[in-house]
């Protein structure tokens, strides 16, 4: 989230319609109250402003071309048939022709949705939202980079030395070549993860691999460029919207994501694996105290021991947690004790019974399999 605004930019600005806040109930880019498209300033200061969304950098030179093409739309903005702006926007091919616009529109509305109470009560500042400085999982990057694999660096010329290829790519090449390993060695889970490349990329990728295979060296060439929405995509779009109702922050799901907290594979084993050690470790201080003569001390009225006596309410209460911990499968130790780790004060702000859920919704939704690494 930024809370500054960037020249030359194209921006949608939500509006609430009424208060309290009907869902999905906005005015879009008003002028005044009614959906249209202009330069604005001072425009954090007007009435009843959910936030701003940038959603694409006007490069320069093209300002007037663009402002001419969406304002041959103001006409037709309000009619029926007309949902918002993002129909001009489609219509006019401002944005990329790989961007859903169907989806851009549901998002906003979403995003909206969360923050119309606020503008009701006039919170100040209002939010800008800024995809463009968003933070990539480590998922994200893999895919990008199994997509677009190193380019095969030229040869130098007969009888040079100390020749420097131009471009450069030789540490690029290097910090490609060990994000792969990294992923190979202590982040498997995310091979586990639904396809983060298309059937024919992962075709051609085992085609390149048997071809170099004689010569370690030989980077492939660049894939063809296929931008059409992927499994992990579709799967990553459900996870965030699903996640929503519980209150993550985004550094917590990024964190998830990375950690495949829940899914299985390296992450998951080390955290179950943690709390099997600290369990055992409790036990053989626990057997140690008694072979040195001393008897653990037990909370009631223990024998050799003074007890504390304990009243008669504070037994169903103890019978309670017992329940509640008990709402949390065995097998699923490992990811919460992950969980705690993960989300600050987890045990204020979610339940078991949430965590329970947030797990399931990990599971379906990461719990494909990709494609495995050329």
């Known amino acids: ?11 949608i600005a939500l509006y609430v319609r009424t208060d309290p806040p009907v869902p999905d109930n906005f005015h879009w880019a008003l002028a005044p109250w009614m959906a249209s498209h202009g330069p604005e300033s ?52 401002v944005l ?29 500042p209002r939010p800008i939202i800024d995809p463009q400085s968003a933070v990539l999982s480590n998922i994200e990057v893999l895919a990008y980079l199994t997509a677009n694999p190193p380019r095969r660096p030229p040869k130098p010329p007969p009888n040079s030395r100390h020749w420097v ?81 519980y209150g993550l922050t985004k550094g917590e799901v990024l964190m998830i994501l990375n950690l495949g907290v829940g899914v299985g594979g390296a992450a998951a084993a080390e955290g179950e694996q943690q709390a099997v050690e600290e369990e055992g470790g409790g036990e053989e201080m626990q057997d140690e105290g ?9 909370n009631g009225n223990g024998h050799g021991h003074d007890g504390m006596d304990v ?13 509640e911990a008990a709402e949390i499968p065995e097998e699923d130790y490992g990811a919460l004790a992950l969980l705690d780790t993960v989300i600050e004060e987890r045990e204020e702000r979610l339940s078991n019974e949430d965590v329970a859920a947030i797990l399931a919704i990990i599971r379906e939704t990461l719990g494909g399999q990709a494609p495995t690494e050329a």
């Open 96 to 124: 990329d022709a790989k961007v859903d616009l169907g989806m851009l529109e549901r998002e906003v509305m979403d995003w909206g949705n969360r923050y119309a109470a606020e503008a009701c009560q006039n919170v100040q």
């Open 311 to 323: 009243d008669a309410e504070g037994q169903p209460e103890g019978e309670e947690g017992a329940e």
């Open 1 to 11: 989230m930024n809370m500054s605004l960037t020249p030359n930019t194209l921006y």
């Open 165 to 245: 290829p131009s471009p450069d790519l030789r540490d690029h090449n290097t910090v490609v070549k060990e994000i792969h390993n990294y992923v190979a060695r202590l982040s498997p889970h995310l091979l586990n993860y639904p396809a983060y490349i298309h059937e024919s990329q992962r075709q051609q990728l085992e085609r390149l691999q048997t071809q170099t295979d004689a010569d370690p060296a030989a980077l492939p060439p660049v894939l063809p460029i296929d931008n059409s929405p992927t499994p992990l995509d579709h799967a990553l779009r459900e996870l965030i919207a699903r996640l929503q109702p």
């Open 290 to 298: 008694r072979e040195g003569g001393e008897q653990a001390p037990v």
């Open 42 to 93: 001072n425009i954090l200061k007007t009435f009843l402003l959910v936030g701003l969304l940038r959603i694409v950098d006007i490069p320069p030179g093209a300002a007037d071309p663009v402002d001419q093409l969406i304002r041959s739309y103001d006409a037709q903005l309000n009619d029926l048939g007309e949902s918002s702006p993002v129909d001009a926007v489609e219509d006019g091919k």
